[in-house]
Structure formats: structure tokens, C-alpha cells
């Protein structure tokens, strides 16, 4: 077996044998490695590596551990999800339960349709907000280990609700079925039920090991306790400085508690990070001590101190973009900086668009982690889809995407067959539509019942109505604030309650865009047209690409170079966070978790004022950038100054070619039509071609443009 290289207190926790152990892991500390070597050491001293069972969150981490721990000892270890082990378990003794162990598990499609069936039962009208509703109660009561029969914890349910719940679970059983939160839910059931059972799987892992702890629910959490009970040899790995999942059932508690759980348990420490510098370490750890419910630990490095966090307070979120934007560009082109180890992270998914916008138009390439472009959103496609048809007839991909937003009863079937009557009688398919209000029997080879007929009528009135608005030249964004009412598309959104505020807000960012767009004069074509090129760009994603994110997203990533930006109240932390102590405290572990993402370059930002639903918002700062202590931070918004522009000057640009340029030369005068007007400092060629360093008189900070792209004047 391959020996590692462990530092003290990674080798105390490979170390320990018997007995409950929680690994108190901080960010950058290599507990995979201390996972996967605990293993290989308990298999070493002679444990058998069917006895041994690691659980984590994701299949990703699941099959890294598997391929580390065979690397390491050429064994097989059952390294799993919780709902794979949750379903492995079920396969085998369900059957004690009164299913067959053949079971199907339903997907969240078969689950709503199912549950719909159920209220049809009951006799309560079909309402998608309803439905979608009682799916998620059920789906917490499930992650919370509350029995359909207990009565007393099915309180904060209405009689429906209970009702529906009960009704439900038995026709899923009647099935043969389980949903996805049934292979946890289940289990625990089997587990408590059927101690014989029980003691079965206690036998047959006598060691259980456990990875990100901090994120386990409780039904998660009952599993681990009770399949632990009888050896007691559990290790649990994670920190609770990193727990920021309680939005989707992670509870913090069961790491703090984890002593009180497991008497005599003993704790070690991860605190030597392998990541960040001790600068952004310590900037770390002076921000998180603020939270009261944690475990004490102090990260720290071996590395050299390195540059402060760059602190910058812009005007507003345009400046705040540029910013962002100028640093990239001078990591990538003159300190030769990837663009896939540089990352800027967002509290919100709205946030993404202005940054798109710059990154597309100066040609950088760029990745949406873990989520979809802000274009590519099914909300804005929707919105553009109905702007769309405003100003075509023709656009039977419009038509067909918004019919049934909300459902009018047009099937795939006579969606088909109106494109191809409209194809055969070479007639636009609005135009088409009209013919049928008027006289449904027009075209033999449709007919249209009452209700499709009545509801296209409703859905082509609030299509003219909106046209006549467009045609009396209203300003873009008021014209979608029609569209959104007109055609009850935020109605529409509130059919799924837990997605509504992330989409409504993406809706508002479209409208901000388009105020925006329309100081300029452009038309709604032109809007349209702009949007589906920065659509068709973005699909070529290239592999050395710029990553976007949300916070959340980050966890468990690493780069080189880190901007969070947006750190003003109610944006972050955010407005329907800050109700309670603990709310603000995991806003608050979501910063630490995006600072201590950065390896050497961390960048921290906000906008005194932000363009928001529709106004100019002021903002205040976030109380987290008061919390910083100012040793560790170097401030970038005070007025340029000679000796800043000397730090840059010492950055090597890839090619240094001053005397190439034909038309600029350094201290000339130049004007560009965003930032006004400037000096050029600097000139030398980058993989984009001719670029200058700039001083402009509004920001009095450098900034480097691309002269095929940046338009600039020069100054007589």
C-alpha cells in the first residue's frame, strides 16, 4: 500500500480505530484524502472491506472515493450516495414493509401526476400551485421522519393536506412504488420498525464513515445514528463553517451535536489549509468568528502571505462589471493566468446578465456553472418568445412555446397540425389563428372544441392588445411589463412557489436590460436581434473558459482568481435571509465558503447604486465587509494614485511591442464613448491584438482595451 504524506492531525484521524470520531475538516484541508486513507488503514490492520461503508452527497464524490480507496488497496468498498444506499437497502428487505421488492421509483413527473390523481380523488380542484404545494410538504415531512399516522406532527397540515398526504403514500404502495424521498424516508421506517433488520445491516458495516456531515437531514442523520448504534465506530467528516444547504433540509445541529449523540466521541481538527494564502485565510477566519454556533477553529497556511483582498466600491453595477472585467483581462494576458482558474461568484441568479453582456461583447469565453446562461433561462425565453410574436406573424416557434403558457389545451398533436396547415395554405400562423376564432370549421383539418376556442380567442386579444401598445412606440421594458401582465405570465410562475422568486427577479433583470437598452435608442427588433447573437456566441463554449456562479455552486471548487461581488444589504446577505440570527449566519458561512475558494487572488465588490425591478436602487454595503479587518484588504476605489500604476507596470505582458502601433503612442489623448476621456499609458499586443493601458478621467484607474474592438478617438 502506497504511504502518504499526512500532517499530524491528518494522521491522528487515520489513526483512530474504534469509536465515534468527528473530523472537524476546514476548507482546503484534504479530508477526501483523510477519508480515503482511514480506509486503507482500517483494511490494512486486517478489516474486512465489505464491513466498511463511506457515505457522501453526490455520485461524482461517490466514484472518486471508490477509484482513490481501489488505487490504494486494490479492495472494493461500498462508497455510496445516501439514496443509493437507501435504495440498495430497500432491494433487498422491503418486503418487511408490504412491498415487493421489484419496486419502480418514480421520477418528480410520475410523482406530481400521481399526487394529481390523488386530489381528483379527494375531489379538490386541479390547481398547479396547489399541487406543487402539497408535493413539497410531503417532501419535508418525508426528510423529517413525520409517519402518516402521527397525528400530533401532522398539525401544521389542513385536513386536505393530511388527507392527500395518506392518499398518496397508499396508492404509491398500491403501485408498488416509491418516490425519491422514499428510499431515505423508508428505510429509516425499516430501521425503526424492524430491529431485527436493523441489526442485520449494524453486522454487516461495522464501520461507517461519512463525508460533508454538515449537509445531512435528519432523515439522513436517523440512518447514520442508528446503523452506527451498535459498534459506535462512525466517522464524521465535514465543517460546519461550510453548511449553507439549509434551504433544502441540511441541518447544521448534527455536526455541532455530534458529542451529545456519540458520548465520549472524539474530535480532531483540520486547520492547515493547502489552498489560500494566509492573507485570505486570516480575512477568513476573522469573518466567520462572528457566527455563535460553530465549533473554534483558525485555518491557517504555510504559504506565503500574499497580495491583500481588493476591495472595490463602484458607482454602480456597470463600473462594478468593468472592474471585474479590466482585472480578468490582466491575470489572463499579462500574468498568463488561464481563464478556467478565474471565477466570479454572485449571491443570485439575476446578477449573471451584466456580466454576460461585457464577457460577450469583448469576445471572453465564459462557462455558467452549474446553471444555464442567463439567456438560455426558461423564464427570459418565455418573455422573448411573447416579444417575438409582437412583431411577427411567422414565428410558429414563438407561437407554439407560449400557447399554453398558461395551458389553453393545445396538445402536441394540434400544435402539429396547425403548422402543417399553415405550411400547406402558405398562411402565417397568427394570421391563421384568427381565421379559426372567427369560423372554427375554416380549415377541415382542425377543429377546435370550446374551450381550445375560447382560450385562443383570450390569448390572441392579449397578443393585439399588446401590439397596439408597441405600435403607440412605448419603451421596451414597459412592453414587456405588459406581456407579463396581459398574458398572466407571473400568475403562471406562481404555479411553482419554490422557483418563483429566483425567476421573477431573472424577469426583472430583463427589464433592466431593456431600460437600459433603451437610452440608446434601439429598437425592439434590434433588442431581439442583439440578444440572439449573445445567444449563438455563448453555445461555442471553449474548455480554457471563465467560470460563472452562484455561491452555492462554488462549494468544493478552488481557482486561482475569485471575485464575489454584489456585498450590499438585501442583495448579500440577502433580503429573504436576514429574518433571524440564523438565516444572517449562513449568509454569512456562504461568504466564508466563496473567499476560501480563492487561491492567491480574491476580489470582493459592490455598487453604491444598482438598476433593479425596474429603479435605481441605493444600496449600503454589506455588514460583512465591515467585518473584515482592513490589515487584510487593499482598497481600489480610492483615486489613482503613481504608485498603483508601478505595480502594474512590473506585470509582463505576453508580447511587449511598443512601437508596432501606428495611430497611438503612450500619454496621447483618446476618447471612448462609455468611459470618456484618457491617456494611454500603456501599449502592447495580446492574443486579442493591439491593447492599450488606459487612465480615464471618470475612474481615474487603468484599464485595458483591445483597439479593434474599443472604438477609440484620438484627441487632437
Same mark, same amino acid.
Given at each position: 500500500?502506497?504511504?502518504?504524506?499526512?500532517?499530524?492531525?491528518?494522521?491522528?484521524?487515520?489513526?483512530?480505530?474504534?469509536?465515534?470520531?468527528?473530523?472537524?475538516?476546514?476548507?482546503?484541508?484534504?479530508?477526501?484524502?483523510?477519508?480515503?486513507?482511514?480506509?486503507?488503514?482500517?483494511?490494512?490492520?486486517?478489516?474486512?472491506?465489505?464491513?466498511?461503508?463511506?457515505?457522501?452527497?453526490?455520485?461524482?464524490?461517490?466514484?472518486?472515493?471508490?477509484?482513490?480507496?481501489?488505487?490504494?488497496?486494490?479492495?472494493?468498498?461500498?462508497?455510496?450516495?445516501?439514496?443509493?444506499?437507501?435504495?440498495?437497502?430497500?432491494?433487498?428487505?422491503?418486503?418487511?414493509?408490504?412491498?415487493?421488492?421489484?419496486?419502480?421509483?418514480?421520477?418528480?413527473?410520475?410523482?406530481?401526476?400521481?399526487?394529481?390523481?390523488?386530489?381528483?380523488?379527494?375531489?379538490?380542484?386541479?390547481?398547479?400551485?396547489?399541487?406543487?404545494?402539497?408535493?413539497?410538504? =410531503?417532501?419535508?415531512? /418525508? *426528510?423529517?421522519?413525520?409517519?402518516?399516522?402521527?397525528? %400530533? @406532527?401532522?398539525?401544521? !397540515?389542513? +385536513? &386536505?393536506?393530511?388527507?392527500?398526504?395518506?392518499?398518496?403514500?397508499?396508492?404509491?404502495?398500491?403501485?408498488?412504488?416509491?418516490?425519491?424521498?422514499?428510499?431515505?424516508?423508508?428505510?429509516?421506517?425499516?430501521?425503526?420498525?424492524?430491529?431485527?433488520?436493523?441489526?442485520?445491516?449494524?453486522?454487516?458495516?461495522?464501520?461507517?464513515?461519512?463525508?460533508?456531515?454538515?449537509?445531512?437531514?435528519?432523515?439522513?442523520?436517523?440512518?447514520?445514528?442508528?446503523?452506527?448504534?451498535?459498534?459506535?465506530?462512525?466517522?464524521?467528516?465535514?465543517?460546519?463553517?461550510?453548511?449553507?444547504?439549509?434551504?433544502?433540509?441540511?441541518?447544521?445541529?448534527?455536526?455541532?451535536?455530534?458529542?451529545?449523540?456519540?458520548?465520549?466521541?472524539?474530535? =480532531?481538527?483540520?486547520? /492547515? *489549509?493547502?489552498?489560500?494564502?494566509?492573507?485570505?485565510? %486570516? @480575512?477568513?477566519?476573522? !469573518?466567520? +468568528? &462572528?457566527?455563535?454556533?460553530?465549533?473554534?477553529?483558525?485555518?491557517?497556511?504555510?504559504?506565503?502571505?500574499?497580495?491583500?483582498?481588493?476591495?472595490?466600491?463602484?458607482?454602480?453595477?456597470?463600473?462594478?462589471?468593468?472592474?471585474?472585467?479590466?482585472?480578468?483581462?490582466?491575470?489572463?494576458?499579462?500574468?498568463?493566468?488561464?481563464?478556467?482558474?478565474?471565477?466570479?461568484?454572485?449571491?443570485?441568479?439575476?446578477?449573471?446578465?451584466?456580466?454576460?453582456?461585457?464577457?460577450?461583447?469583448?469576445?471572453?469565453?465564459?462557462?455558467?456553472?452549474?446553471?444555464?446562461?442567463?439567456?438560455?433561462?426558461?423564464?427570459?425565453?418565455?418573455?422573448?418568445?411573447?416579444?417575438?410574436?409582437?412583431?411577427?406573424?411567422?414565428?410558429?416557434?414563438?407561437?407554439?412555446?407560449?400557447?399554453?403558457?398558461?395551458?389553453?389545451?393545445?396538445?402536441?398533436?394540434?400544435?402539429?397540425?396547425?403548422?402543417?396547415?399553415?405550411?400547406?395554405?402558405?398562411?402565417?400562423?397568427?394570421?391563421?389563428?384568427?381565421?379559426?376564432?372567427?369560423?372554427?370549421?375554416?380549415?377541415?383539418?382542425?377543429?377546435?372544441?370550446?374551450?381550445?376556442?375560447?382560450?385562443?380567442?383570450?390569448?390572441?386579444?392579449?397578443?393585439?392588445?399588446?401590439?397596439?401598445?408597441?405600435?403607440?412606440?412605448?419603451?421596451?421594458?414597459?412592453?414587456?411589463?405588459?406581456?407579463?401582465?396581459?398574458?398572466?405570465?407571473?400568475?403562471?410562475?406562481?404555479?411553482?412557489?419554490?422557483?418563483?422568486?429566483?425567476?421573477?427577479?431573472?424577469?426583472?433583470?430583463?427589464?433592466?436590460?431593456?431600460?437600459?437598452?433603451?437610452?440608446?435608442?434601439?429598437?425592439?427588433?434590434?433588442?431581439?436581434?442583439?440578444?440572439?447573437?449573445?445567444?449563438?456566441?455563448?453555445?461555442?463554449?471553449?474548455?480554457?473558459?471563465?467560470?460563472?456562479?452562484?455561491?452555492?455552486?462554488?462549494?468544493?471548487?478552488?481557482?486561482?482568481?475569485?471575485?464575489?461581488?454584489?456585498?450590499?444589504?438585501?442583495?448579500?446577505?440577502?433580503?429573504?435571509?436576514?429574518?433571524?440570527?440564523?438565516?444572517?449566519?449562513?449568509?454569512?458561512?456562504?461568504?466564508?465558503?466563496?473567499?476560501?475558494?480563492?487561491?492567491?487572488?480574491?476580489?470582493?465588490?459592490?455598487?453604491?447604486?444598482?438598476?433593479?425591478?425596474?429603479?435605481?436602487?441605493?444600496?449600503?454595503?454589506?455588514?460583512?465587509?465591515?467585518?473584515?479587518?482592513?490589515?487584510?484588504?487593499?482598497?481600489?476605489?480610492?483615486?489613482?494614485?503613481?504608485?498603483?500604476?508601478?505595480?502594474?507596470?512590473?506585470?509582463?505582458?505576453?508580447?511587449?511591442?511598443?512601437?508596432?502601433?501606428?495611430?497611438?503612442?503612450?500619454?496621447?489623448?483618446?476618447?471612448?464613448?462609455?468611459?470618456?476621456?484618457?491617456?494611454?499609458?500603456?501599449?502592447?499586443?495580446?492574443?486579442?491584438?493591439?491593447?492599450?493601458?488606459?487612465?480615464?478621467?471618470?475612474?481615474?484607474?487603468?484599464?485595458?482595451?483591445?483597439?479593434?474592438?474599443?472604438?477609440?478617438?484620438?484627441?487632437?
Amino acid at each position: 500500500m502506497k504511504k502518504a504524506v499526512l500532517n499530524s492531525e491528518q494522521q491522528k484521524a487515520v489513526d483512530h480505530i474504534e469509536g465515534p470520531l468527528l473530523v472537524l475538516a476546514g476548507a482546503g484541508s484534504g479530508k477526501t484524502k483523510v477519508v480515503t486513507e482511514k480506509i486503507a488503514k482500517l483494511i490494512s490492520i486486517g478489516v474486512d472491506a465489505d464491513s466498511i461503508l463511506a457515505l457522501t452527497f453526490t455520485n461524482k464524490a461517490a466514484n472518486e472515493m471508490s477509484e482513490r480507496i481501489k488505487n490504494l488497496t486494490s479492495k472494493n468498498v461500498v462508497a455510496c450516495t445516501f439514496h443509493s444506499l437507501g435504495a440498495k437497502i430497500l432491494r433487498e428487505s422491503i418486503n418487511h414493509l408490504g412491498y415487493e421488492t421489484n419496486f419502480t421509483i418514480y421520477d418528480s413527473e410520475d410523482s406530481l401526476k400521481l399526487l394529481k390523481e390523488c386530489l381528483n380523488s379527494l375531489k379538490l380542484k386541479e390547481d398547479k400551485a396547489l399541487l406543487k404545494k402539497i408535493r413539497y410538504k =410531503i417532501s419535508t415531512l /418525508k *426528510n423529517n421522519l413525520i409517519d402518516i399516522d402521527d397525528i %400530533n @406532527a401532522l398539525s401544521n !397540515l389542513t +385536513k &386536505n393536506e393530511i388527507e392527500a398526504f395518506r392518499l398518496y403514500q397508499n396508492k404509491l404502495k398500491a403501485c408498488n412504488a416509491l418516490d425519491f424521498e422514499d428510499l431515505l424516508y423508508l428505510t429509516a421506517m425499516l430501521f425503526k420498525k424492524i430491529p431485527k433488520i436493523l441489526e442485520l445491516y449494524q453486522n454487516k458495516w461495522s464501520f461507517l464513515l461519512i463525508d460533508e456531515y454538515q449537509d445531512t437531514n435528519f432523515v439522513q442523520y436517523t440512518i447514520a445514528k442508528l446503523l452506527s448504534l451498535k459498534t459506535q465506530n462512525i466517522c464524521a467528516v465535514g465543517d460546519p463553517d461550510q453548511s449553507i444547504y439549509s434551504w433544502r433540509g441540511a441541518r447544521y445541529q448534527n455536526i455541532l451535536n455530534f458529542d451529545q449523540d456519540f458520548k465520549n466521541a472524539t474530535i =480532531i481538527k483540520l486547520e /492547515k *489549509n493547502y489552498r489560500s494564502t494566509p492573507t485570505i485565510l %486570516n @480575512a477568513a477566519n476573522e !469573518l466567520i +468568528k &462572528n457566527n455563535q454556533n460553530r465549533y473554534d477553529k483558525n485555518l491557517f497556511s504555510d504559504l506565503q502571505d500574499g497580495e491583500k483582498i481588493k476591495l472595490f466600491k463602484a458607482d454602480d453595477e456597470k463600473m462594478e462589471a468593468s472592474f471585474v472585467v479590466e482585472k480578468i483581462l490582466k491575470h489572463n494576458f499579462k500574468e498568463q493566468i488561464d481563464l478556467k482558474e478565474i471565477a466570479i461568484f454572485y449571491r443570485t441568479n439575476f446578477q449573471s446578465r451584466i456580466f454576460e453582456d461585457i464577457l460577450l461583447s469583448q469576445k471572453i469565453p465564459y462557462i455558467i456553472y452549474g446553471g444555464l446562461s442567463f439567456y438560455q433561462r426558461k423564464e427570459i425565453k418565455d418573455i422573448l418568445a411573447f416579444l417575438r410574436l409582437v412583431i411577427s406573424d411567422l414565428d410558429f416557434l414563438a407561437f407554439s412555446r407560449t400557447i399554453n403558457i398558461p395551458k389553453r389545451g393545445f396538445g402536441k398533436t394540434s400544435i402539429s397540425k396547425l403548422f402543417f396547415i399553415s405550411e400547406k395554405n402558405q398562411i402565417p400562423i397568427i394570421s391563421l389563428l384568427k381565421k379559426l376564432v372567427i369560423d372554427s370549421s375554416a380549415f377541415p383539418d382542425i377543429r377546435l372544441n370550446i374551450g381550445q376556442k375560447e382560450s385562443l380567442k383570450s390569448y390572441l386579444n392579449a397578443l393585439f392588445e399588446i401590439r397596439d401598445l408597441y405600435r403607440q412606440n412605448i419603451d421596451i421594458d414597459e412592453l414587456i411589463s405588459h406581456v407579463l401582465t396581459k398574458m398572466n405570465y407571473l400568475n403562471y410562475l406562481k404555479e411553482d412557489p419554490q422557483s418563483f422568486e429566483d425567476r421573477k427577479e431573472n424577469i426583472d433583470e430583463l427589464i433592466t436590460k431593456a431600460s437600459d437598452y433603451q437610452k440608446n435608442n434601439h429598437t425592439l427588433i434590434k433588442f431581439l436581434e442583439d440578444i440572439s447573437l449573445a445567444i449563438s456566441k455563448q453555445e461555442k463554449k471553449e474548455e480554457n473558459s471563465l467560470k460563472l456562479m452562484t455561491l452555492h455552486n462554488s462549494k468544493g471548487l478552488e481557482f486561482e482568481v475569485s471575485f464575489i461581488v454584489g456585498l450590499e444589504e438585501d442583495l448579500f446577505p440577502h433580503v429573504n435571509s436576514k429574518s433571524s440570527t440564523e438565516e444572517i449566519e449562513e449568509e454569512r458561512r456562504l461568504f466564508y465558503v466563496g473567499m476560501t475558494r480563492a487561491k492567491k487572488h480574491l476580489y470582493i465588490s459592490s455598487a453604491q447604486t444598482r438598476y433593479m425591478f425596474g429603479g435605481t436602487k441605493f444600496s449600503i454595503p454589506s455588514r460583512f465587509l465591515k467585518e473584515l479587518p482592513q490589515k487584510y484588504l487593499s482598497d481600489l476605489s480610492n483615486p489613482f494614485d503613481s504608485s498603483s500604476y508601478d505595480n502594474i507596470e512590473r506585470s509582463k505582458p505576453i508580447i511587449e511591442n511598443t512601437s508596432s502601433s501606428k495611430n497611438f503612442y503612450p500619454n496621447q489623448q483618446v476618447y471612448h464613448k462609455t468611459f470618456g476621456l484618457g491617456v494611454v499609458k500603456k501599449i502592447y499586443q495580446t492574443s486579442l491584438g493591439e491593447t492599450l493601458d488606459i487612465i480615464f478621467e471618470t475612474s481615474s484607474s487603468i484599464r485595458s482595451l483591445v483597439t479593434k474592438y474599443a472604438k477609440l478617438k484620438i484627441v487632437s
